[in-house]
């Protein structure tokens, strides 16, 4: 199983974009699908995360500006608005199942004028 990631790109302060990640081929039904950044010198954190049942959680500093959808089992969304400068990162897109953990490859995020 592979994760595809596609929407990156740069945007202005206070701009909006939306990232979205398919998985190749099906997976366990019960699972978690999210977005991680990470920052140049920075951890990698968590964005947004929501779970099969359709649970969600946010980090901090997303909180009202960003919000993780999924229309199907294998395809998960994240819209971002009020973008702001430290937005800008790698964003990652996960696959957490029982059997183990997936990531994609990353989409650059760049938040700038």
């Known amino acids: 199983v592979q994760l595809v990631e596609s929407g990156g790109g740069l945007v202005q302060p206070g701009g909006s974009l939306r990232l979205s990640c398919a998985a190749s081929?099906?997976?366990?039904?019960?699972?978690?699908m999210g977005w991680y950044r990470q920052a140049p010198g920075k951890q990698r954190e968590l964005v947004a995360a929501i779970t099969s049942g359709g649970s969600t959680d946010y980090g901090d500093s997303v909180k009202g500006r960003f919000s993780i959808s999924r229309d199907n089992a294998k395809t998960v969304y994240l819209q971002m608005n009020s973008l702001k400068p430290e937005d800008t990162a790698v964003y990652y897109c996960?696959?957490?199942?029982?059997?183990?953990?997936?990531w994609g490859q990353g989409t650059q995020v760049t938040v700038s004028t």
């Open positions: 081929q099906s997976i366990f039904s019960i699972n978690t």
């Open positions: 996960n696959l957490k199942t029982p059997y183990g953990t997936l």
